[in-house]
């Protein structure tokens, strides 16, 4: 039985029913037996606390942003706490570092940090962190993801298989002549007419994404090219030498606005496990 103050009477056990009755608020949606554990409240939660693509797949719900704040308020603080996301952070370093990892360093570099061979991960994020002058490991777990293992790019569509090698292609529809048009914009005329792409110091090489697969969905594979050499003519087609990067795992596709059906896509980098899983075709 319940006493007038919510807990369980002397000598009886309290059932789940107990815990959800139309008397407590929202947020008193937790065991009462989580308020005696103190300071061991973090320490247990470090055991199911997983911050976004943790999972080995799209569908996984990060619990450190889609779970656990929605149990409690209690829970959703704890969840903000920055150990715990530095713990995340350390460990998509070393399960995946050639994504990850390099991330990471090319972030450290690129805001003129130096790096030192064989330094530990956990020293090297708290340099990365003020280096970056970020408030919070947080911060930095984004950052990293939006930067360095998202990308959003057009997406051209062609189901080939897809090998790490060049390969040519010629651009003759009007949605593709937009896609190369927009995607050499920033380099040189000679760079749009054959000649070495020139890419100035801090730029990105000229890239796209090809949707190889079918059906091209959420989860769907997808690669990362560079272009390598292209020629645009007059009427806008054009040849195009390319040169796959990388393979991705598309998160979303949409059309882009005016654009006779050319579509965007937003992707992340494949780790070396996902890649190896992926389809030859």
Same mark, same amino acid.
């Given at each position: ?83 715990? #996301? ?13 994504? #990850? ?19 530990? #991960? ?160």
């Amino acid at each position: 039985m319940m006493g007038d103050d919510g807990q369980a009477g002397s000598g009886a056990l309290a059932g789940p029913e107990d815990y959800f009755t139309q008397r407590q608020k929202p947020d008193d949606k937790t065991f009462p037996q989580f308020s005696e554990l103190g300071d061991l409240k973090l320490e247990v939660l470090q055991f199911v606390a997983e911050a976004p693509f943790e999972g080995q797949s799209l569908n996984y719900v990060s619990t450190l942003t889609h779970s656990l704040p929605l149990v409690s308020k209690e829970l959703k603080s704890l969840s903000e706490t920055d150990s715990l #996301w530095k713990d995340s952070l350390f460990r998509q370093v070393t399960r995946d570092p050639e994504v #990850w990892g390099e991330g990471v360093k090319k972030m450290f570099l690129s805001a003129g940090g130096e790096d030192q061979e064989g330094e530990a #991960w956990p020293n090297l994020l708290e340099r990365v962190l003020q280096t970056l002058q970020l408030e919070s490991y947080r911060d930095l777990y984004r950052q990293v993801l939006n930067s360095q293992v998202r990308t959003i790019l057009p997406m051209f569509v062609m189901f080939q298989p897809m090998r790490n090698q060049p390969y040519g292609l010629h651009f003759f529809e009007p949605r593709y002549r937009l896609l190369i048009a927009d995607v050499m914009a920033p380099y040189p005329l000679s760079s749009r007419q054959g000649g070495p792409i020139v890419v100035a110091e801090g730029q990105n090489p000229p890239v796209f994404i090809h949707g190889n697969t079918h059906p091209l969905m959420r989860g769907s594979p997808a690669w990362l090219v560079q272009v390598v050499r292209c020629r645009i003519y007059e009427d806008g087609r054009a040849d195009v030498f390319s040169l796959p990067l990388r393979p991705l795992i598309i998160e979303s596709i949409w059309e882009l606005p005016n654009s006779g059906h050319l579509y965007a896509a937003q992707c992340i980098k494949a780790s070396p496990r996902e890649a190896e899983a992926m389809p030859s075709s």
